[in-house]
């Protein structure tokens, strides 16, 4: 997906995909594993850090120095509870189609495609409606690129603010240059929280993820809010970090979010969906669910 200012020193990626596909290395597919070059996976981890194009490692750079406590809290009042617009799911399918008008066909997946892609694997896999419209709908809070908002604000792995940055993100030493690593109350583990305080209690960096949970929370069962909320929430589901911080509800819902992390990452070089057939489907699927209108 390409936005408005792509070449501009703010927006390093070529496309927000461009993150994804990246997360994609870092976290290589377990069936990768090559049983006659066992060495191959363990070659993959180490050079992860090396060969991250300079595009993402800048972008990694700007989100990691400019999400900030205060950040977070400036976009929590400007876009909670979501109130910029009434549109119907579709009619947000629309518009961040219209984001991709310039894109590359030959490397870029319009968003559709990802959506019915993640969604398709889910529903191969028998599992009930509201999983496989979590996974339609997962990545649809890319509308505050519409918005306006920078890339590192919108993509990239989520982690919480107002707190010890974990040395579990990736790139953790760009940390350094955030203006929030000089503030005394949120240099311990806990910060600004307290020890299993439940995550619905911490802010988190700011976000597809956070603001689309808000634009559905109402219509959908917990696991699906937390698929959502914390999709990318890698040092989390992927890397155990902020255990600390967790609740009981959390500690359960968390095997729901790694469960929907496969369907996210690893269903994109499957065949390509047919658009149109599917349709029909997913319109009662989200007319099951969703309202006409949802706020945005
Ligand atoms: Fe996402
Ligand atoms: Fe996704």
Not at 4 to 15: F, I, K, T, V, Y
Not at 46 to 63: G, I, M
Not at 211 to 230: F, G, N, S
């Amino acid at each position: 997906m390409n936005d408005n200012n792509r070449n501009s020193s703010d927006q390093p990626l070529a496309d927000l995909d461009e993150w994804q596909d990246d997360v994609e290395r870092r976290y290589p597919e377990p069936q990768d594993f090559n049983p006659t070059d066992p060495n191959k996976k363990k070659d993959q981890f180490r050079d992860y850090r090396a060969d991250v194009r300079p595009s993402v490692k800048e972008f990694y750079r700007l989100n990691h120095i400019r999400q900030t406590v205060d950040f977070v809290r400036s976009k929590h009042a400007e876009y909670l509870p979501p109130n910029k617009r009434e549109m119907s799911l579709w009619e947000a399918t629309e518009v961040l189609d219209t984001l991709v008008d310039d894109s590359d066909p030959d490397t870029n997946v319009p968003q559709i495609e990802h959506a019915l892609q993640t969604a398709e694997s889910i529903r191969e896999q028998g599992h009930p409606r509201w999983f496989i419209l979590t996974g339609f709908i997962h990545d649809m809070g890319k509308m505050l690129c519409v918005f306006g908002e920078p890339q590192w604000a919108v993509v990239g792995d989520t982690f919480p603010v107002g707190c010890r940055f974990s040395d579990k993100i990736v790139f953790p030493e760009f940390f350094a240059d955030n203006p929030d690593s000089k503030a005394p109350e949120y240099q311990t583990e806990c910060g600004i929280y307290s020890p299993g305080c439940g995550l619905d209690n911490v802010l988190m960096s700011w976000g597809h993820d956070e603001y689309l949970y808000h634009v559905t929370k109402d219509y959908l069962p917990l696991e699906a809010q937390y698929m959502i909320r914390y999709h990318s929430f890698y040092p989390l589901h992927r890397e155990g970090a902020y255990q600390h911080l967790l609740n009981e509800q959390d500690k359960k819902m968390l095997p729901w979010v790694k469960k929907f992390n496969p369907f996210d990452l690893y269903t994109k070089s499957h065949q390509r969906p047919d658009v149109q057939a599917l349709m029909p489907f997913y319109q009662d699927l989200v007319a099951e669910f969703l309202p006409d209108k949802l706020k945005w």
